[in-house]
Protein backbone atom coordinates (compact mmCIF):
# COMPACT_ATOMS: atom_id res chain seq x y z
CA UNK A 1 0.00 0.00 0.00
CA UNK A 2 0.91 3.44 -0.53
CA UNK A 3 -0.51 6.75 0.69
CA UNK A 4 -0.38 9.79 -1.36
CA UNK A 5 -0.96 13.33 -0.26
CA UNK A 6 -1.21 16.41 -2.44
CA UNK A 7 -0.67 20.06 -1.19
CA UNK A 8 0.02 23.16 -2.80
CA UNK A 9 -3.10 23.94 -4.48
CA UNK A 10 -4.64 27.09 -4.51
CA UNK A 11 -6.17 30.20 -6.23
CA UNK A 12 -3.52 32.43 -8.71
CA UNK A 13 -4.12 34.98 -11.79
CA UNK A 14 -3.43 34.01 -15.10
CA UNK A 15 0.69 34.15 -15.73
CA UNK A 16 1.37 33.47 -12.34
CA UNK A 17 3.07 30.02 -11.12
CA UNK A 18 2.47 27.34 -7.99
CA UNK A 19 3.91 24.23 -7.12
CA UNK A 20 2.09 21.07 -6.05
CA UNK A 21 3.32 18.29 -3.88
CA UNK A 22 2.71 14.63 -3.52
CA UNK A 23 4.08 13.45 0.11
CA UNK A 24 3.84 9.27 -0.23
CA UNK A 25 4.29 7.01 2.95
CA UNK A 26 3.75 3.21 3.09
CA UNK A 27 6.06 1.18 0.62
CA UNK A 28 9.01 2.06 -0.85
CA UNK A 29 8.54 5.35 -2.51
CA UNK A 30 11.39 4.04 -5.19
CA UNK A 31 9.24 1.12 -6.26
CA UNK A 32 7.31 3.60 -8.09
CA UNK A 33 6.84 5.71 -10.85
CA UNK A 34 5.30 8.39 -10.09
CA UNK A 35 2.67 10.65 -12.65
CA UNK A 36 0.67 13.84 -12.44
CA UNK A 37 -3.29 13.96 -13.84
CA UNK A 38 -5.68 16.71 -13.24
CA UNK A 39 -9.35 16.56 -14.01
CA UNK A 40 -11.96 19.77 -14.78
CA UNK A 41 -15.40 19.58 -13.77
CA UNK A 42 -17.66 17.99 -16.68
CA UNK A 43 -14.15 16.42 -18.06
CA UNK A 44 -12.39 12.76 -17.33
CA UNK A 45 -9.07 12.92 -15.45
CA UNK A 46 -6.30 13.84 -18.02
CA UNK A 47 -2.19 12.60 -17.67
CA UNK A 48 -0.41 15.27 -17.19
CA UNK A 49 3.24 13.86 -16.89
CA UNK A 50 4.99 11.29 -15.16
CA UNK A 51 8.69 10.83 -13.68
CA UNK A 52 10.92 7.75 -13.24
CA UNK A 53 11.53 6.18 -9.76
CA UNK A 54 14.96 7.28 -9.81
CA UNK A 55 14.10 11.15 -11.49
CA UNK A 56 16.27 10.34 -14.38
CA UNK A 57 13.26 10.62 -17.19
CA UNK A 58 10.37 12.70 -17.49
CA UNK A 59 7.21 12.42 -19.99
CA UNK A 60 4.19 15.36 -20.24
CA UNK A 61 1.46 15.82 -22.56
CA UNK A 62 2.00 17.81 -25.19
CA UNK A 63 -0.27 20.03 -23.68
CA UNK A 64 1.39 21.23 -20.44
CA UNK A 65 4.88 20.52 -22.29
CA UNK A 66 7.67 23.78 -21.67
CA UNK A 67 5.27 25.00 -18.79
CA UNK A 68 4.72 21.94 -16.49
CA UNK A 69 8.24 20.82 -14.46
CA UNK A 70 7.84 17.25 -12.65
CA UNK A 71 11.02 16.46 -10.13
CA UNK A 72 11.06 14.21 -6.97
CA UNK A 73 12.77 13.80 -4.28
CA UNK A 74 13.34 10.05 -3.09
CA UNK A 75 14.94 11.41 0.86
CA UNK A 76 11.77 13.36 1.84
CA UNK A 77 9.39 10.46 -0.76
CA UNK A 78 7.99 13.75 -2.63
CA UNK A 79 7.08 14.71 -5.79
CA UNK A 80 6.61 17.74 -7.02
CA UNK A 81 4.74 20.02 -9.93
CA UNK A 82 5.53 23.36 -10.84
CA UNK A 83 3.02 24.98 -12.77
CA UNK A 84 4.33 28.06 -14.76
CA UNK A 85 2.73 30.60 -16.90
CA UNK A 86 -0.81 29.67 -15.24
CA UNK A 87 -3.75 29.56 -17.58
CA UNK A 88 -7.50 29.94 -16.60
CA UNK A 89 -7.60 26.31 -18.91
CA UNK A 90 -5.33 24.51 -15.87
CA UNK A 91 -8.43 25.02 -13.31
CA UNK A 92 -8.52 21.38 -12.18
CA UNK A 93 -8.20 19.04 -9.71
CA UNK A 94 -4.73 17.84 -9.47
CA UNK A 95 -4.08 14.55 -8.49
CA UNK A 96 -0.84 12.73 -7.71
CA UNK A 97 -0.74 8.76 -8.50
CA UNK A 98 1.78 5.39 -8.17
CA UNK A 99 2.54 3.26 -11.22
CA UNK A 100 5.03 0.22 -11.32
CA UNK A 101 4.88 0.79 -15.28
CA UNK A 102 5.43 4.05 -17.61
CA UNK A 103 2.05 4.81 -18.76
CA UNK A 104 -0.49 7.78 -19.29
CA UNK A 105 -2.88 5.62 -18.84
CA UNK A 106 -4.82 6.37 -15.64
CA UNK A 107 -5.99 2.62 -15.82
CA UNK A 108 -2.71 1.41 -14.77
CA UNK A 109 -2.00 3.65 -11.48
CA UNK A 110 -2.53 1.69 -8.61
CA UNK A 111 -2.79 4.74 -6.04
CA UNK A 112 -4.29 8.14 -6.21
CA UNK A 113 -4.29 10.94 -3.81
CA UNK A 114 -7.28 12.94 -2.67
CA UNK A 115 -6.27 15.85 -5.16
CA UNK A 116 -5.88 19.26 -4.57
CA UNK A 117 -7.64 22.39 -6.13
CA UNK A 118 -5.66 24.85 -8.50
CA UNK A 119 -7.96 27.58 -9.72
CA UNK A 120 -6.35 30.76 -11.96
CA UNK A 121 -8.44 33.59 -12.57
CA UNK A 122 -7.99 35.52 -15.75
Known amino acids: QVQLVESGGGEVQAGGSLRLACAAS????????MGWFRQSPGKEREFVGL????????YYADSVKGRFTISRDNAKSSMYLQIDSLKPEDTAVYYCAATRGWSSNRNDYNYWGQGTQVTVSS
Open 26 to 33: GRAFTDYN
Open 51 to 58: IAWNGVST
